[in-house]
């Protein structure tokens, strides 16, 4: 990490943070804690998790373990969260007891739920696809294709099938049956974009440089940063985003999931309540981490200068392509040869197809830079070619 702007000058009043969850995106935030000289600790099941090794320390259990979380927060200042998969009722009753969630919990529940997540959007008048719950027990007036996705626990494409017949619709309710299940019309979109964004406390909104995300099986297989689009689409989302974490009273980081349709309409798909994956490439491109600066807004700290410094980056996702132990040291090495590549490894020590093990930056020059991502996406392809030539 490179920009320390707190640690010579200013010492955070909020020295210890309490992450529950250990993944990959903990462990980013613990790098950049060690950077702004904060203390970071961890809540995770297994003490193998990514974060766990560069954390100060580790409370090992579920993420929506409470009585954990207690634990958490008895040696931290403030509780953020690396995931949605927490107990909202339960924690309630931490924040009555004075513990400090940052982003807080009612910035939390309206998004936790997907349909809820959608009514909430339909209500802020934000243009979203067309929805409806679901549970596969009522006849769907619907054409194909649609989309079907569980209200709780998806993640990855993990929940999000798009319905193509009514033979893979049966088999998807055989497979989620007795979920709530949120159905929204299919958006035949251009290009998908996200905005990477954080607010803090006193109501100052940080937005990165819009990316183009593209997914593979309802996975983040790139990003392009900035994304090719227009001064106007630009604007609009950097509005969508104000509105939203404004009506959220947000505190940290938050991603916002765009689909532009070929009338370049904007539709959100998604809110993170965190960091995100189409957010890493500021990790290396961005004057400020979205780490660094999630710390920043939870720790009370002025938010950090979002601007590339580099034209352009593109960041590609090292996704398991089969199941293996294996620390692919060799594919890594290669991948670092690639001109202005950050190859970033998360030590997981299981491979599963579709499971993020690692991601690439490549820098992009000026040269680079051009319309509709073209040697981005050329070079995402060299990236994948090293990492799986299947
Ligand atoms: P997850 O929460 O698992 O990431 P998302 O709801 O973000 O699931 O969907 C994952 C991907 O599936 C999206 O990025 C998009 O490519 C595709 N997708 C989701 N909903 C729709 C939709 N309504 N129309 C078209 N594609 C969709």
Redesign the pocket.
């Known amino acids: 990490m490179k920009s320390t702007q707190a640690t010579a000058s200013t010492s955070p009043k909020i020295q210890r943070v309490g992450v529950v969850g250990g993944g990959q995106l903990a462990a980013m935030m613990g790098d950049a804690a060690k950077a702004l000289g904060i203390e970071l600790l961890v809540q995770t099941p297994d003490a193998a998790d990514p974060a766990v090794s560069v954390a100060d320390g580790a409370v090992l259990a579920a993420v929506d373990d409470v009585l954990a979380t207690a634990e958490l927060a008895d040696r931290c200042d403030v509780i953020t969260f690396e995931n949605e998969f927490v107990d909202l009722d339960g924690l309630r009753s931490l924040a009555e007891q004075g513990v400090l969630f940052q982003p807080s919990l009612s910035s939390l529940s309206p998004l936790l739920d997907k349909y809820v997540q959608r009514c909430y959007l339909q209500d802020l008048g934000l243009p979203t696809?067309r929805f409806w719950a679901w549970d596969c027990s009522q006849d769907l007036h619907l054409d194909f294709p649609f989309?079907v996705?569980v209200r709780r626990h998806?993640?990855?494409?993990?929940?999000?099938f798009?319905v193509k017949d009514r033979e893979s619709l049966e088999s998807i309710c055989d497979r989620v049956k007795g979920q709530s299940l949120l159905v929204?019309?299919?958006?035949p979109?251009d290009r998908?974009l996200a905005a990477i964004a954080a607010r803090s406390a006193t109501g100052e909104i940080a937005i990165y440089p819009i990316v183009e995300t593209q997914?593979k099986n309802?996975v983040c297989r790139l990003a392009i940063a900035p994304a090719d689009i227009s001064l106007e689409v630009k604007s609009e989302a950097e509005a969508i985003v104000r509105t939203l974490l404004n009506s959220l009273q947000a505190v940290g980081i938050f991603g916002i999931?765009l689909f532009l349709t070929a009338d370049n309409q904007l539709l959100v798909?998604?809110i993170a309540p965190r960091t995100h994956n189409s957010g890493h490439f500021t990790i290396d491109a961005c004057e400020t981490s979205q780490f660094e600066q999630h710390l920043r807004a939870v720790c009370q700290l002025p938010l950090g200068n979002c601007d590339l410094h580099s034209a352009g980056a593109v960041m590609v996702n090292l996704l398991g392509y089969e199941s293996a132990e294996s620390d692919y040291l060799e594919k890594r090495q290669q991948l670092a040869q690639i001109d202005g590549a950050f190859v970033h490894w998360y030590g997981k020590k299981v491979s599963r197809p579709g499971r993020k093990l690692g991601h690439v930056t490549v820098l992009l020059s000026e040269e680079a830079v051009d319309r509709g991502g073209v040697q981005a996406r050329a070079i995402a392809q060299t990236v994948e070619s090293i990492w799986n030539p299947n």
């Open positions: 696809p989309a996705k998806g993640y990855d494409g993990q929940g999000t798009i929204e019309e299919f958006v979109f998908e997914q309802q999931e798909n998604e």
